[in-house]
């Protein structure tokens, strides 16, 4: 090469250049050999000089390179196109010095001596910066003996770009611990890198040329095979498909893709194989306690909120299959199921044991011999039951030679075991506070891995829950019975016969779930042939509201023997306060209802206090044969409030009317407020009454399923009139003459009832009464007697003051009445009405 001057100078503009052709691969000619090839990728430019340095042939990709069209560099020399030009692209520097331009003239003469150069250089582009490019030159010989040098050139950024890549390929290949593989169209192994070299165990040259058949095995290529041509054909990758290992040990995850060039050719596949047996074992183990975390919150969310012995042994049971086990079976001790005492004596062969549930995948004949519900079983001290029986130690039995030396010799139960198919069984104890309650059997049949010591770590972890909820759930039954019995021996055992009414009640303790509540009836012998009626419900459960029940009973009765009115005595009841508490602390609060029936007259006074409003059937003689109504009743506050006074409502009853009283718990339900059921009530009663007993049972047989697990006190009360001829009253007026004209009125009754012998001392103490009414009151005088299961009599006046009874003395005239009618009658008392008082005594019929 020389630097003539007829070349293109970095201060001379060439002439116009034309447009260069589109990018695309070309030979040397400049025709098109197709896009997306390594060489389009980096545009080489071929230039041929001769021996002068003369431009003999410009590519299109030399023009587009540099900037010179060929018209205007064909023919001269290229010395002016070395160089820096004003700035290089990016800021790149050469790699190397870039030649001057004299320096042309040696790359020339070195041509000419080696016959070839290669090197980098800095040539200048038309706009005047400076192409780095990668240059190779050959001396070549034409057909007539005539030498010419041919040059071609890459841009060093194409270049180096590709040489990344390839170097970030070769590093794939040679440094990462990933399997990585290139197949051909044929799915033969092209490049394999030494990792999965390894994992295959042959070498990396013993892949190539060859499939996945002949490397792994027809058994273990075949799915790989159709998986590999799939993705050739489809272009769909696969990634992260986890397989087993083709030895059967670990796995592996493989990954695929297609291979196609920048014109879009097929080239073959891609492969990655990754070792992921440690994350496939990590996996599982994290399944593994996933799934017994979930197992123990299943099982304790199951028997957490049982309060039954043997239901919660049965959720147990249940709960085990078949996520832990394919049978399962609970033993406890028998005084257990019925919440009785833990045991003190040490298991011995005699103790008696029961199957308390049982659990199992499916069903048959022998394994209802190996697990029967309800059983009574019995195991020697000697065999692992009767072991973990007495030691409180789990057993862990895993093959079937342990298994058929369980107990004794052909034990029925030992070759149903073995029938079944059992290969492996867990024992283990329920404990509570150190005390072996019983134990859970555990089983697993063939076709699944027996248990091993997690399985035992994580049974044990079960038992101990399952213990303490089993004594839990025995304490309660303990409690609870306890309260019952008490709340039993509290309610009355049988209502006292009363003249005109017909009672039927009915008592309903609260599911199992639900401690016994306070709820209670009574039904109450008052002066003057009437009844009292009362119910009520202590707030709380348990012993305490039991307890609580009771006292509030006791009260009510008592003060009902004062014959006072229903307001009064729930006002007096209020006021006991910390007296009926179960302690000073906690307070207490009842609600009631306190009903009295006067069947002379008919009438009835209800009070309520907090409590359900009664119903009152009337009878109807039309077609309905009955119309039942809730009774608008002032409502009041529960006892134990106070602050608000509670009110008395008479009411005018018709013969044969009926009321009914009860707790909230016949009305009540989770889905529905209280007046869905109060209506439902209605509805209930207002059908045909043939008797009260089966209206009970009708009441009760309509409470909602859902309803609150509460006890239910019911009373139903047939307000009748007592019978003709049993009842006669007198006034008489505030003159002398009254005591005489009583005497002869209860003697001519007397005579007319038969009861000549009650004559003497009932005409004595009328004389006496109606004396002191006479002395006192300065008013008409009433006497009522009253003939039913004993004589009833009554004098009124309207005095309100009650007369006192005193001790008189020897040297007394007076004040003996009182003790005289005291003495003789079977009881006496007085109460208050709205016009005086009444005071009243019985007398035992003969």
Not at 27 to 54: E, I, K, P, S, Y
Not at 395 to 408: H, I, Q
């Amino acid at each position: 090469m020389t630097a003539s001057g007829d070349t293109p100078a970095a201060d001379e503009p060439p002439p116009e250049r034309a447009q260069p052709p589109p990018p695309g691969g070309e030979d040397a000619g400049g025709a098109r050999t197709g896009a997306g090839t390594v060489l389009d990728t980096l545009r080489v430019a071929v230039v041929m000089l001769d021996t002068t340095g003369r431009v003999l042939l410009w590519s299109p990709l030399a023009e587009e390179m540099l900037g010179w069209a060929g018209e205007h560099i064909v023919g001269r020399r290229v010395g002016g196109l070395f160089g820096p030009g004003e700035r290089t692209p990016g800021g790149e520097s050469p790699p190397r010095p870039v030649p001057s331009p004299g320096q042309g003239e040696q790359i020339l003469g070195e041509l000419l001596r080696s016959g070839r150069w290669d090197g980098i250089l800095s040539l200048r582009h038309r706009d005047g910066h400076s192409v780095q490019v990668e240059a190779r030159a050959s001396l070549l010989v034409d057909g007539d003996g005539r030498p010419f040098v041919l040059a071609s050139m890459v841009e060093t950024r194409r270049l180096q770009t590709l040489e990344h890549d390839l170097a970030a390929l070769d590093s794939l290949f040679d440094a990462s611990p990933l399997g990585v593989a290139i197949f051909d169209n044929e799915l033969r192994y092209v490049r394999v890198n030494d990792a999965l070299a390894r994992m295959n165990g042959i070498s990396a040259a013993d892949h190539i040329g060859h499939t996945v058949h002949d490397v792994l095995g027809v058994k273990a290529a075949e799915s790989l095979t159709a998986l590999q041509r799939d993705v050739l054909n489809t272009g769909r990758p696969v990634i992260d498909l986890v397989a087993p290992s083709p030895d059967g040990h670990g796995h592996r995850s493989l990954s695929y893709h297609r291979l196609v060039d920048r014109a879009g050719r097929v080239l073959g596949i891609s492969a990655t194989v990754i070792d992921v047996t440690e994350r496939i074992q990590a996996a599982a183990r994290t399944e593994r306690a996933r799934r017994r975390l979930t197992l123990l919150n299943d099982v304790g969310s199951r028997i957490a909120g049982q309060l039954d012995v043997r239901r919660n042994a049965e959720e147990l049971a249940s709960a085990l299959v078949p996520t832990f086990c394919d049978y399962s079976g609970v033993v406890l001790h028998s005084q257990l199921t019925d919440g009785g005492e833990l045991p003190t004596a040490p298991y011995g062969d005699s103790t008696p044991m029961r199957q308390t549930g049982v659990g199992a995948i499916t069903w048959s004949p022998d394994v209802v011999r190996m697990i029967r519900p309800g059983q009574a079983v019995s195991f020697d001290r000697k065999s692992p039951f009767g072991q973990v029986l007495v030691t409180g130690q789990p057993r862990l039995l895993a093959s079937r030679a342990e298994l058929a030396n369980l107990t004794f010799p052909d034990d029925p139960k030992v070759r149903a075991t073995l029938a079944v198919g059992i290969e492996s069984m867990l024992v283990l104890p329920l404990r509570a506070h150190g005390v072996v309650l019983g134990m859970v059997v555990a089983s697993r049949a063939g076709g699944r891995e027996p248990f091993d010591q997690e399985d035992l770590a994580l049974g044990m972890e079960l038992a101990d829950r399952a213990g303490a909820a089993l004594d839990n759930a025995r304490l309660y039954v303990r409690e609870r019975e306890g309260a019952l019995m008490l709340q039993r021996a509290l309610l009355p055992r049988s209502t006292p016969a009363a003249p005109g009414v017909d009672v039927a009640y009915r008592y309903v303790p609260g599911s199992s779930v639900a401690e016994v509540g306070g709820d209670w009836f009574d039904v109450l012998p008052l002066a003057g042939g009437r009844v009292g009626f009362v119910v009520g419900d202590v707030m709380g459960h348990g012993l305490p509201a039991a307890a609580t029940m009771g006292r509030l009973r006791t009260a009510v009765r008592t003060l009902a023997g004062l014959d006072m009115p229903p307001d009064e005595l729930l006002r007096r009841v209020s006021e006991l306060g910390d007296d009926l508490a179960q302690s000073r602390s906690e307070g207490w609060m009842a609600t009631a209802v306190y009903a009295v029936y006067d069947p002379s007259t008919r009438r009835c006074a209800i009070a309520q206090a907090g409590h359900p409003p009664p119903v009152l059937i009337e009878p109807d003689p039309g077609p309905a044969g009955s119309r039942a109504r809730l009774l608008d009743l002032p409502p009041g506050v529960p006892l134990g409030i106070g602050g608000v006074r509670f009110e008395t409502t008479e009411l005018d009853v018709p013969d044969g009317t009926v009321l009914v009283l009860y707790t909230d718990g016949l009305v009540e339900s989770r889905r529905h407020d209280i007046g869905t059921g109060l209506e439902r009530l209605r509805s209930t009663l207002s059908r045909p009454l043939d008797s009260l007993e089966d209206a009970c049972d009708d009441l009760l047989a309509t409470m909602e399923p859902g309803r609150e697990p509460d006890d239910v006190a019911l009373l139903m009360a047939r307000l009748g009139t007592l019978p003709s001829g049993s009842t006669t009253a007198w006034t008489f007026p505030a003159e002398a003459s009254a005591v005489r004209l009583a005497r002869r009125r209860v003697r001519d009754a007397l005579a007319e009832w038969d009861l000549h012998e009650l004559t003497d001392v009932t005409v004595l103490l009328v004389s006496e009464l109606v004396t002191n009414s006479l002395r006192y009151a300065h008013g008409p005088i009433g006497v009522r007697m009253v003939r039913g299961s004993s004589l009833l009599v009554e004098v009124s006046d309207p005095l309100p003051d009650p007369p006192q009874e005193r001790v008189a003395t020897e040297e007394d005239e007076g004040g003996r009445g009182l003790q005289l009618v005291a003495g003789a009658s079977r009881r006496w008392g007085t109460r208050h009405g709205p016009l005086g008082k009444t005071v009243w005594f019985e007398l035992a019929l003969p």
